[in-house]
């Protein structure tokens, strides 16, 4: 029996228990293919056409640390791996999120009997893990039935070290032809200009170095092995620290950046590094998206429950699928191989600062990114 159930985007029909076991049956039934499916290095699963599990080799069950199959029959896949989207709605593929999945919208293309190659990036929501994907999904039919046979593959290393990689050497060389180009002319430019330029080579050389020490933490972050580092410090002072670190860049785009009169001074303890990381991506973000001429407003102040609100607001409105991807990690608005900034202020703060990151963009409202730690 079947019910009809709210959804965003993908169906949320689901067959009953008694329809899971009897397909899973009509798989494991098959000994030949279990025998190859089991022998498979890849991670296999079986989907009905309401993309629910009815098979997973053993290389998911032990991925999983799972013994049992039966744990997992009758979830889809989002759901098995836990994603932070699989329960908001009515299940895996149903929220507004997952109309940018890869994982749904090559099931998708499955149902409709085409084979379908799609990447994708799902995070734990209980462990914070991002597992990414390359999914192969193709329609097949046994016995007169047809189910989905789907492919994981873990391009996890292969997509973070691409994207770090390109991240690090894109902004890289940016400010070293930045260098360049002010050394190249600081000998054929007047005493007045001279001042100035040379302010512009401080602020790059001191972006050089945070560059690669920023690379450095994250690189750390994602293989578990940062080691925080507790320092009191005084909230208005901080945002008043940071802000000051970006200010000269902001003037020389032609823009501003405003600390909000909101903003108090509080005692608190906290890593320094990592959160002058997030922070200073929030910044740098806000910058980025804004044209000349405009006014980027930083603030912080105690809520309620005590707890410590840093916020970055830019008047910039985002789009309705760049709010469906924030804090992935090959996300980015710059395009192709750019991600890691949203993402990185996630890992941080979550990981390891023990707050949350939040963000809102509205039409008429502009787009406010929030980090919230203890205070």
Excluded: W
């Excluded at 190659?117 to 995070?123: A, F, K, L, R, V």
């Excluded at 032809?177 to 401080?202: C, F, M, P």
């Amino acid at each position: 029996m079947k019910n009809s159930l709210y959804t965003c985007f993908a169906s949320a029909e689901r067959s009953s228990q008694e329809e899971i076991m009897q397909q899973h049956r009509i798989i494991a039934n098959n000994e030949e293919l279990i025998v190859f499916l089991n022998g498979v290095a890849s991670l296999i699963t079986v989907l009905n056409m309401n993309r629910q599990i009815v098979f997973v080799n053993k290389t998911i069950l032990s991925m999983l640390g799972l013994s049992d199959i039966h744990h997992v029959l009758g979830h889809r896949i989002g759901e098995m791996l836990g994603c932070r989207y699989a329960f908001t709605i009515n299940g895996c593929g149903t929220s507004n999120h997952c109309k940018a999945c890869g994982m749904v919208l090559s099931e998708l293309a499955s149902v409709q009997e085409k084979s379908s190659i799609e990447e994708c990036s799902i995070t734990n929501d209980n462990t914070q893990v991002t597992f990414d994907f390359r999914v192969h999904s193709t329609n097949i039919n046994m016995y007169g039935e047809n189910f989905i046979l789907c492919s994981l593959f873990d391009i996890g290393s292969e997509k973070r070290r691409g994207v770090m990689e390109r991240l690090f050497f894109h902004d890289l060389m940016n400010t070293v032809n930045g260098i360049n180009g002010i050394t190249q002319v600081l000998d054929k430019i007047g005493a007045e200009e001279h001042q100035v330029y040379l302010s512009y080579l401080t602020l790059l050389l001191n972006s050089l170095g945070d560059q690669i020490n920023s690379h450095r933490v994250l690189t750390m972050a994602e293989k578990d092995e940062y080691k925080t580092e507790k320092h009191e410090l005084s909230s208005l002072d901080f945002v008043t620290e940071e802000v000051d670190k970006y200010s000269q860049l902001a003037i020389m785009e032609g823009k501003e950046i405003l600390i909000s009169e909101y903003s108090e001074n509080h005692k608190f303890v906290s890593d320094k590094v990592l959160l002058s990381r997030v922070l200073g991506n929030m910044i740098k973000n806000a910058l980025e998206a804004e044209k000349s001429g405009a006014m980027i407003e930083v603030g912080v102040h105690k809520d309620g429950d005590d707890d410590l609100h840093f916020r970055v607001h830019n008047s910039c409105v985002m789009s309705e699928n760049d709010k469906l991807q924030v804090f992935r990690r090959s996300f980015s608005t710059k395009g192709s191989n750019r991600g890691l900034g949203t993402y990185s202020m996630k890992l941080l703060t979550e990981k390891y600062l023990n707050g949350t990151i939040s963000f809102c963009s509205k039409p008429d409202e502009g787009t406010s990114f929030v980090i919230k730690i203890p205070g």
